[in-house]
């Protein structure tokens, strides 16, 4: 993107506005966001599934344009940073717009919309008042090249059928940004700006085992005008291909938040449980089970800081490192959430304890942008093999 | 214990910053196109090659060319053998940064390394950190320029993974010490000049705290060795035997009964090194996957078996993330904010990521992979480095060692 994003550091370590952030974001969460408001969300049946009240302070914060260039508003800052927002909403599970909004549409729309969209969208977006969700799987299990909802040229605009799912924040969106295939091209898919409200599409909240927003959408002549459509006809995977990547090393940064805290209440638990008249950490069976899942946990997060420095740098390699990091923030997540639930024993199987809202997110975010199959299999063929 | 290959620090072959305009990359990049002999570059598959294409240096060593002696003999002269070494000692004075930027440099043309050296990997550190003036000014330099071989005195036969419980006894004479006892898989010490060991100097203390380190000339009276075969057929270990030998009192480093805090700290270095053995990013699973392609082959763009194809891609995943978890390590010290305890980490999957590679390599090879000896089957280099590479968890601190390490040290787990 712009020149000064692509000079920015690439070790791995953070550097001290990221630090800073690291601090603040840190801070913030785990003082106003955290499990038992999520609990509050899920008990309560919130409508929305987020606090706007939350919402308000992380944009005051200027969490919403964080990425979104300073013309428009935004701070202009490193996707190292969006990361470490991503991570720390893993350890606290804060339920926000921040990743459909901030994250994956500020960056489909900086890259794949005109001058004049941007003007139009930008603002507004990071000023934290235009919601936004990309819409884009039509089957159980991800798969970008099999999209089928048709975009058909009607008059002046297009027509818009067929189906999504799983699509994060649909139900509160203000701004959907739908991935259709352009009738007549095979290869060509296009992105439009549809608003939630547009007559023949009926948006469906789908509630999930992380009591998080997803919904499913049911596209029906959804008629949209030629403005409607993001950057130039049938060019959009590239722009695509490359947010669905700054999404998934964002998921795994939010699983690699979601693994540390987990092991870190794990840790804590072995050391105060007693059975036998001594902390079962003094157990070597518990020892190694707990050393082996902190080495999965810190080569994800060399995983997941290599591929944030990847999308900073303007890297070629993105697409493999960004498949890297899912695999092994997924696996680790699901390794440490897993083994959480074993070592505390009885306990937590429980919904007394918040060890459980960890393991459901975990499995949610696994899924999001292909799992570790989808992945491991994209880097082979990314690898010639 | 140590591992008998000889690729000291990581080789990604990928330059991380190609427009950088530093004026010490291009000084370097400019010295080692002139001075690395063209037969010491070798491609990523001959990066693999056997041990015989490693320089170990010594008193004894019969290089294997001409070519091998210049790089050694050049390399040394700036220091560069061990380029974060005091100038004054013979090394190359070089920053952290400097080091890596080497290292990026000698990656980039495929480079031999010049010198395989426990001088360097292990004794080394150990010296500038606890040796006296007058041991550093007489043993660092012959380890830079690798005119001394060294091997490592630790394990006994009674003395393993509970390493200090060792026997092996330096009584204190008038200017001497006088050696008695055995020591147990000594890499290399039917070659090596020098001896770094361990020893016990008051037999009544508890455990740690009657041991001392010992420096000492593998031809004194009294040392013989006798090589172990392993199950791979090579030899790279011996049985060392002591029998009366007399160590002048000058050659005993930092203060005498307190030998384990130096054994700890070049047991750190130690696992560095052999993480950093495997530490070959991109190039190695190349290897493993190229391997697979050529004697599988693809079918529709695949490889032909969708098990071992996931499996070769699971294992470059995992090896890439170890990879970035060593730079990361590294940038954190430089940071800063290192922790030492790191090195348990990357011994423990550095290791054990080697091992899946060489199961995978044997999985592809199939029946051919089984071949022991002649032309054909590559003199067995399939199977004897596979199971060669059994040994990696075990060397070194075991994997459990290291999992104890990092529960106790990292995760304060109690007990």
């Given at each position: 993107?712009?020149?000064?994003?692509?000079?920015?550091?690439?070790?791995?370590?953070?550097?001290?506005?990221?630090?800073?952030?690291?601090?603040?974001?840190?801070?913030?969460?785990?003082?106003?966001?955290?499990?038992?408001?999520?609990?509050?969300?899920?008990?309560?049946?919130?409508?929305?599934?987020?606090?706007?009240?939350?919402?308000?302070?992380?944009?005051?914060?200027?969490?919403?344009?964080?990425?979104?260039?300073?013309?428009?508003?935004?701070?202009?800052?490193?996707?190292?940073?969006?990361?470490?927002?991503?991570?720390?909403?893993?350890?606290?599970?804060?339920?926000?717009?921040?990743?459909?909004?901030?994250?994956?549409?500020?960056?489909?729309?900086?890259?794949?919309?005109?001058?004049?969209?941007?003007?139009?969208?930008?603002?507004?977006?990071?000023?934290?008042?235009?919601?936004?969700?990309?819409?884009?799987?039509?089957?159980?299990?991800?798969?970008?090249?099999?999209?089928?909802?048709?975009?058909?040229?009607?008059?002046?605009?297009?027509?818009?059928?067929?189906?999504?799912?799983?699509?994060?924040?649909?139900?509160v969106a203000d701004l959907l940004l739908v991935v259709a295939r352009s009738a007549g091209e095979t290869a060509g898919l296009d992105v439009f700006a549809v608003p939630r409200q547009s007559p023949g599409l009926r948006v469906e909240r789908t509630l999930l085992l992380d009591s998080r927003n997803a919904a499913n959408l049911h596209f029906d002549d959804v008629r949209v005008g030629a403005d409607a459509m993001l950057g130039e006809p049938g060019q959009a995977w590239p722009a695509l291909e490359h947010t669905l990547d700054v999404a998934r090393v964002c998921v795994a940064a939010e699983l690699l938040g979601i693994a540390g805290e987990a092991f870190a209440r794990t840790v804590e638990y072995l050391k105060q449980r007693r059975q036998f008249g001594r902390p079962i950490g003094e157990f070597q069976a518990l020892q190694h089970r707990a050393a082996r899942l902190f080495c999965e946990i810190e080569l994800a997060r060399s995983a997941v800081l290599r591929a944030l420095r990847a999308v900073d740098a303007a890297d070629l390699r993105l697409a493999a490192l960004a498949s890297v990091a899912k695999v092994k923030a997924g696996d680790a997540a699901s390794l440490a959430v897993n083994e959480a639930v074993q070592m505390h024993g009885g306990i937590g199987m429980t919904d007394a304890i918040d060890i459980g809202l960890f393991m459901k997110r975990a499995a949610s975010l696994r899924q999001l942008f292909g799992d570790s199959y989808y992945h491991t299999d994209r880097y082979a063929t990314l690898a010639g093999y | 214990m140590v591992i008998s290959l000889g690729f000291p620090g990581r080789l990604t072959g990928e330059r991380s910053d190609v427009n950088d305009p530093d004026p010490f990359r291009s000084e370097v990049r400019a010295w080692l196109e002139l001075n690395c002999p063209s037969s010491m570059r070798g491609t990523a598959h001959q990066r693999h090659s056997p041990e015989d294409t490693v320089c170990w240096g010594g008193r004894r060593w019969v290089f294997a060319s001409d070519d091998q002696r210049i790089w050694l003999e050049r390399m040394a002269e700036r220091g560069w053998t061990a380029p974060e070494w005091p100038r004054e000692f013979g090394g190359g004075g070089l920053d952290h940064a400097q080091a890596k930027v080497l290292r990026e440099e000698l990656a980039c043309i495929h480079a031999r390394p010049p010198l395989a050296s426990f001088g360097i990997s292990m004794l080394g550190p150990a010296l500038l950190r606890f040796g006296s003036e007058e041991q550093k000014k007489r043993f660092l330099p012959p380890i830079v320029r690798g005119e001394i071989r060294w091997c490592q005195g630790y394990s006994e036969p009674g003395a393993g993974s509970d390493l200090a419980s060792l026997q092996t006894r330096a009584e204190g004479r008038d200017d001497h010490y006088l050696v008695n006892g055995q020591k147990v898989w000594t890499s290399y010490a039917d070659q090596a000049d020098w001896i770094f060991c361990l020893v016990r100097t008051d037999p009544r203390a508890a455990k740690h705290e009657g041991i001392s380190f010992l420096l000492f000339d593998m031809e004194s009276g009294g040392v013989s060795t006798r090589p172990i075969t392993l199950i791979s057929g090579s030899s790279p270990f011996c049985e060392t035997f002591f029998d009366d030998v007399r160590v002048p009192k000058d050659q005993l480093v930092g203060e005498v009964n307190k030998g384990w805090n130096i054994a700890k700290y070049l047991l750190t270095h130690e696992r560095e090194m052999i993480s950093g053995l495997f530490g070959v990013g991109g190039a190695a699973q190349a290897t493993v996957a190229a391997i697979a392609c050529e004697r599988i082959g693809l079918s529709h763009g695949r490889l032909a078996d969708p098990g071992l194809r996931h499996d070769i891609a699971r294992l470059a995943i995992d090896t890439e993330a170890f990879a970035f978890t060593l730079e990361r390590v590294l940038d954190e010290a430089k940071a800063g904010f290192g922790s030492g305890a790191a090195s348990s980490l990357l011994k423990y999957q550095g290791t054990e990521l080697n091992q899946q590679r060489h199961e995978l390599l044997m999985a592809v090879g199939g029946a051919e992979a089984l071949g022991w000896e002649g032309k054909h089957f590559g003199e067995g280099a399939l199977a004897r480095g596979w199971l060669r590479s059994r040994g990696n968890s075990i060397e070194g601190g075991t994997s459990e060692i290291q999992l104890n390490i990092i529960a106790k040290r990292i995760l304060g787990l109690p007990g």
């Open positions: 993107m712009n020149v000064e994003r692509a000079s920015r550091s690439t070790r791995l370590v953070y550097d001290e506005d990221e630090r800073l952030l690291d601090k603040e974001a840190g801070a913030f969460l785990s003082e106003h966001a955290g499990p038992a408001e999520l609990r509050r969300l899920r008990d309560t049946h919130d409508p929305d599934g987020f606090s706007r009240a939350l919402w308000r302070q992380m944009v005051a914060l200027g969490w919403a344009g964080l990425l979104v260039d300073e013309q428009y508003g935004g701070l202009g800052f490193t996707y190292a940073g969006a990361g470490i927002l991503s991570e720390h909403c893993g350890r606290t599970l804060a339920a926000s717009p921040l990743f459909a909004t901030a994250i994956v549409a500020a960056t489909l729309i900086g890259r794949l919309a005109s001058a004049q969209q941007r003007q139009q969208l930008l603002p507004a977006l990071a000023a934290g008042e235009r919601l936004c969700a990309l819409a884009i799987d039509e089957r159980a299990r991800h798969d970008p090249s099999a999209i089928e909802l048709s975009a058909t040229a009607d008059g002046s605009g297009f027509r818009l059928d067929g189906a999504k799912c799983f699509v994060v924040d649909a139900h | -």
